[in-house]
């Protein structure tokens, strides 16, 4: 199995033109609201299904689910102001082998469903669900990054420091982002 994100861009077979992994991953917002036991969500899970079943036999190995989380990652990450890195190809051949109930090495509808439910989170999973991830990431780029900068700045604004008033916020927030992602990989290893 052989999972790139060049993979992730394959053409999209949707016929409106926007590829049903969109809508799935956007009930991955309103997880907790119960959207993903409607019929609405099992709808879009079914589409979703159907589009990476790239060879249609009715079941998706698990190259065609990387396929198909890549390309999620990939949409999500072009539409939303900060990038999230998709899983590790270990991780999705970890979470298909756990999902493929019968262990044929392939998924049925049903098993891509119950994976595609805990995909978009529940409250016991919350942490690995998309909303958190994405959540987590926009937090901390989009408000605390800046929040910090613009701290920064006033301090040594107040502390009458030459050409404070000429430092830019966003490359600083940008800088502190850079240096925050630094701190918490050498924290994990």
């Known amino acids: 199995l052989a ?14 033109g926007q590829s049903q992994f969109w809508a799935l991953s956007f009930f991955a917002s309103v997880s907790n609201m119960g959207i993903k036991d409607s019929r609405m969500f099992k709808r879009f899970a079914r ?23 890549l390309k999620i ?13 998709a899983p590790k190809r270990i991780e999705i051949l970890n979470l298909c082998r756990k999902y493929d109930k019968d262990g044929n090495g392939s998924m049925e509808f049903d098993e891509f469903l119950e994976m595609a439910t805990v995909l978009v989170g529940s409250r016991k999973n919350w942490r690995e669900s998309l909303p958190w991830k994405y959540g987590s990431v926009l937090i901390v780029k989009v408000v605390l990054c ?44």
């Open 47 to 69: 589409r979703a299904f159907d589009e990476i079943d790239l060879d249609k036999t009715g079941r998706v190995d698990y190259k065609e689910v990387c396929i198909g989380l």
């Open 73 to 85: 990652y990939d949409q999500l990450n072009a539409k939303m102001p900060a990038h999230v890195l």
């Open 146 to 189: 800046p929040l910090a900068a613009a701290a920064i700045l006033k301090g040594l604004k107040d502390l009458n420091t030459p050409y404070a008033e000429k430092v830019p916020a966003a490359p600083l927030a940008s800088v502190i982002e850079i240096a925050a992602k630094l701190v918490g990989k050498s924290v994990s290893h």
């Open 3 to 16: 999972c790139t994100s060049q993979q992730a861009h394959c053409p999209d077979r949707s016929t409106k």
